[in-house]
Nanobody, 120 residues
């Protein structure tokens, strides 16, 4: 089970740190990802991190502004987002899967989502 939190309303240029807490003892074996879905748009990949945290991937639109990290001792993955833009407004979902990639089909378990709203 995945529980995302940390969303909110922030002005453009601000920062947020999203967290996703996982239950269970196998968190450290999963690739973790963040996706987002804006109103009227399809869900899109934002970031992913390998099970050990040794490698990460970020979509181009957030590169240089965001960082994905994880703490396997706390069963938690984070998405630090800086210099937020209005186009970052979306519901952000965390997900867990066993295969590396940007497709949502590779992720088997999903959190409930947390709303991020960036005002201009």
């Amino acid at each position: 089970q995945l529980q995302a939190s940390g969303g909110g309303l922030v002005q453009a240029g601000g920062s947020l740190r999203l967290s996703c807490a996982a239950s269970g003892r196998t968190f450290g074996s999963y690739i973790m990802g963040w996706f987002r879905q804006a109103p009227g748009k399809e869900r899109e990949f934002v970031a992913a991190i390998t099970s050990s945290g040794a490698a990460t991937s970020l979509t181009d639109s957030v590169k240089g502004r965001s960082t994905i990290s994880r703490d396997n001792a706390k069963n938690t993955v984070y998405l630090q987002m800086n210099s937020l833009k209005p186009e970052d407004t979306a519901v952000y979902y965390c997900a867990a899967g066993g295969r590396w990639g940007t497709s949502s089909r590779l992720y088997n378990y999903w959190g409930q989502g947390t709303q991020v709203t960036v005002s201009s």
